[in-house]
């Protein structure tokens, strides 16, 4: 688990062209949206198409967006949640 | 009626936005590529919005706010903006994923910002205006045709303050394809004497220049925009110099009123010629500065001649760089720029002390 967040935070850096973040800047469990790295709805876009490129994980209700996206911690819980089906 | 030149703005391969009249020192390039110097645009747009705007977009966003803050404004009754390639990187980001991820999982972000009109909504969206706002993608008369629908929005009295600008990017896939078709010189020298050589092919260049232009002159007033006219694949440099007397006359000018020629000369020795037929046949003897060098050659470079063009009658002085010939007078009333792009789009600019 703590693996996989640690690549996560580096994905979201990269994918989301997040100038001057480092990892270490974004808590575990930090809220990704509005607060903490203060994201909007186009980087939930690009959040889902970070899951789909690196990990194959489709988000079929676009309803747990919200769940899944809270931080990195549930992301990273929900890849492993996936994976393990 | 008049329009005011009110402020201006160039982020450019010179060092046009460090705030001198000109640039501190010129930069000399040995390749045939001129990349803009970049400010820190960190000044102009927050970290949470400039990671998602690509190089043209921060060039457009950075030179408008130089010339809104010159004008004394912050928010213009429009915004109207040329550009032939538009958001080139992005466009070229978003298609190469196309092609290697064979249409799936693309992500919103270089498609969202690879539209010709980006600039012109960021800007927008930046400065909060939600007045008209307008984007010309016409190649070579794309600056042109912003300036032509500032004038006449203005002349209308819809808008007291325009925001007008263009701008282009070359990206490393655009400079190989244009390379190819023989457009750049493969030994180009030094640019400082790109416009002595007579050989075929220029540099490529980049740049944004914007400008607020308005129905009345302000203490921040710099020049006036007298007149532009474009004219579409002349059939000789017969047709241009029609033109120029006509357009001459239109202002109730001569030849002989020209006190600075401005040419786009680019240092190919095919474009040059239509530059070298209209000096001598039209205005002999007269002083001429050129830009060409300083900015390399791309569609909307004219904004930068404009730019160049409207600081000289501001500060009533031609750098040394940009002179190409003559001595100009103590006083500098009427300059008149000549440019075209690759022989097809020709233009008349004229710009005059207020």
């Known amino acids: 688990m703590e693996q996989l967040i640690a690549d996560l935070k580096a994905q979201i850096i990269e994918q989301l062209n997040l100038q001057e973040v480092k990892p270490e800047d974004i808590g575990d469990d930090a809220p990704l949206f509005k607060e903490g790295l203060g994201l909007d709805s186009i980087d939930a876009l690009e959040l889902i198409v970070l899951l789909q490129q690196y990990y194959g994980i489709r988000i079929a209700n676009p309803d747990d967006g919200p769940r899944i996206f809270t931080s990195v911690r549930t992301i990273a819980e929900f890849i492993t949640e996936q994976k393990a089906k | ?354």
Not at chain 2, 89 to 118: C, R, W, Y
Not at chain 2, 143 to 169: H, K, N, P, W
């Open chain 2, 1 to 354: 009626m008049k329009i005011y030149i009110n402020g201006t703005g160039a982020i450019s391969p010179q060092q046009t936005a460090v705030g001198a009249a000109f640039w501190p020192a010129v930069q000399d390039y040995t390749t045939n590529r001129l990349k803009v110097v970049d400010p820190d645009y960190k000044q102009w747009i927050d970290l949470k919005q400039i990671r998602r705007m690509s190089r043209v977009i921060k060039m457009g966003v950075g030179a408008a706010q130089l010339s809104l803050q010159q004008a004394g404004i912050s928010v213009p009754d429009g915004i109207i903006t040329g550009t032939a390639y538009g958001c080139l990187d992005d466009t070229g980001v978003f298609l190469q994923k196309m092609v290697v991820q064979e249409e799936q999982m693309l992500t919103p972000t270089a498609f969202i910002q690879s539209t010709h009109n980006t600039v012109g909504g960021q800007i927008a969206l930046l400065l909060g205006c939600h007045a008209y706002n307008n984007t010309f993608v016409h190649r070579g008369f794309s600056f042109e045709s912003a300036l032509l629908d500032a004038i006449m929005f203005l002349r209308e009295g819809e808008a007291r303050q325009l925001l007008v600008g263009g701008l282009d990017e070359i990206t490393h896939f655009s400079h190989a394809i244009l390379q190819r078709f023989g457009l750049y010189k493969t030994n180009p020298g030094h640019s400082g004497s790109l416009l002595q050589l007579h050989n075929k092919g220029t540099i490529a260049g980049e740049g944004a220049a914007f400008f607020v232009l308005g129905a009345a002159s302000t203490p921040h007033t710099k020049a006036c925009l007298a007149g532009v006219q474009t004219i579409y694949k002349p059939t000789d440099n017969a047709a241009i110099q029609q033109a120029t007397t006509l357009f001459l006359a239109a202002h109730g000018l001569l030849a002989a009123d020209i006190d600075l020629l401005i040419t786009g000369r680019n240092g190919d020795v095919d474009d040059d010629q239509w530059y070298n037929t209209w000096t001598t046949a039209h205005f002999p003897g007269k002083p001429e500065a050129a830009f060409k060098h300083l900015c390399g050659e791309y569609p909307t470079a004219t904004g930068f001649g404009m730019w160049l063009g409207a600081n000289v009658l501001a500060h009533q002085q031609v750098p040394a760089e940009a002179m190409y010939s003559g001595t100009v007078p103590a006083k500098i009333n009427n300059i008149l720029m000549y440019n075209h792009h690759l022989t097809t789009h020709h233009s008349l600019i004229l710009m005059q002390v207020c």
